[in-house]
């Protein structure tokens, strides 16, 4: 039984989170993150996500003090975002309510990552990686097993039971589904490493073909199961990093179905073949999966500015994203008003300090590039992998963002 002084800490955090969420700066922030997905020209959401959490601790405000282990998850979580309000100019997407993950399983596909690691620093998550190639010939492909998923509904009465007796008074504790992140080619090389996947391109194309069919699929199972078993949600938080909410043109009664949801996918390894083989060895694939859904996100931290007009091939597409090594001018001309550019600024100008002069001209470009052509915008700070344990950079990253953004939007 957990102790009183951790209940205690908790709802205290709780109070604090429920009173900014529902405060009129973050219901009009709420309302420009969907503004920006329905493809209205508003002052760009700016959204910092992926952070070395570990580096971030000022003043003690990530300190947690329960010690009852599910209580010290749930302090962590209120003092995360207590903390970006705290510090960050920017956009934190804070819903007055608190969402509980519907629990399920899956079997996954029956192949097993082989690696090896090496840490700089054992604090961060982020490693470098040895893949070694576990699907070199096609009897490595005779393990592999469309996934079989399983809900768990008991788990998900225990769960919400668990958090509305701790926080249901102060804010509505609500069951929520899970939206799609599917990125096959990510998961694809950590199987196999890069090389191999890219030397086959040319060399056993009709092997890669074959994989990405057994991809495709699994995927293709998997959304039908989910589907069927209620896992899915068109109220989801988060789009991998960017604001999620949006209107959905035919929703369904239960708001469970895939075409409530946004699927979200990308092929970052792909950034150095030719949009030709791109199409070919992924994008003519996920169309069809992609198109039971709502609308689709494509990309991540892959340049794009040279296949915009076949990423338009997907019929629903919505938002594009566009990563440091993106042609921004290019890129904004060929979106114009029919979709949104999720910006990506570069990660590297926190790693070390903050060039101020730096920050603002690629913040500068990608807001006039937008305004030029009318091409709604958000922009994503991520992939933040250090900065030199001087949490001072995102504070001070933040403010130069949103004072160009005053510039250009208004306050």
Not at 109 to 115: K, P, Q, R, Y
Not at 253 to 271: E, L, P, Y
Not at 320 to 337: I, K, R
């Amino acid at each position: 039984m957990y102790s009183k002084h951790d209940v205690e800490t908790v709802r205290e955090l709780a109070k604090r989170y429920i009173e900014i969420a529902n405060s009129e700066k973050h219901v009009k922030m709420r309302e420009r993150f969907r503004a920006t997905n329905d493809l209205k020209i508003v002052r760009p959401p700016v959204i910092v996500e992926e952070l070395p959490w570990h580096e971030m601790n000022m003043d003690g405000a990530l300190d947690c003090v329960c010690e009852d282990g599910g209580l010290r998850g749930i302090e962590y979580s209120f003092r995360v975002a207590l903390f970006r309000e705290k510090y960050f100019k920017c956009d934190n997407f804070i819903e007055p309510v608190f969402a509980v993950g519907k629990s399920y399983s899956s079997t996954g596909n029956g192949l097993a990552v082989t690696e090896r690691r090496l840490a700089a620093d054992a604090r961060n998550s982020i490693v470098s990686h040895a893949y070694a190639d576990v699907l070199e010939d096609e009897r490595a492909l005779e393990a592999f097993r469309d996934p079989v998923i399983t809900a768990h509904p008991e788990n998900d009465a225990k769960n919400v039971a668990y958090y509305g007796e701790i926080l249901g008074d102060i804010m509505p504790v609500e069951l929520r589904g899970h939206g799609i992140y599917y990125a096959p080619w990510d998961t694809i090389s950590t199987l196999r490493g890069v090389e191999p996947i890219l030397a086959d391109i040319y060399e056993r194309p009709e092997y890669l073909h074959k994989i990405i069919g057994l991809f495709t699929r699994a995927m293709s199972s998997e959304m039908d199961q989910m589907e069927r078993l209620g896992l899915y949600d068109g109220r989801g938080l988060s789009l991998h990093c960017t604001p999620a909410p949006v209107t959905v043109p035919n929703p369904s009664k239960d708001g469970g179905k895939c075409r409530d949801i946004w699927f979200r996918t990308m092929a970052q390894m792909f950034s150095s073949i030719s949009p030709d083989a791109h199409e070919e060895f992924d994008l003519q694939y996920s169309r069809p999966l992609a198109e039971r859904c709502a609308f689709t996100y494509y990309g991540c931290c892959e340049p794009l500015s040279d296949r915009i007009d076949k990423l338009k091939k997907y019929k629903n597409l919505r938002k594009v994203g566009a990563s440091p090594w993106t042609d921004v001018n290019a890129t904004a001309e060929a979106l114009g008003g029919d979709y949104v550019l999720s910006r990506k600024p570069n990660p590297a100008n926190v790693a070390n300090g903050v060039d101020a002069e730096v920050v603002r001209a690629e913040i500068t470009e990608t807001v006039k590039a937008c305004l030029k052509y009318g091409c709604p915008c958000d922009i994503t700070l991520k992939d933040i992998s250090t900065v030199s344990y001087r949490p001072q950079s995102i504070v001070e990253w933040t403010q130069i963002v949103s004072g160009v953004l005053d510039e250009y939007y208004g306050e």
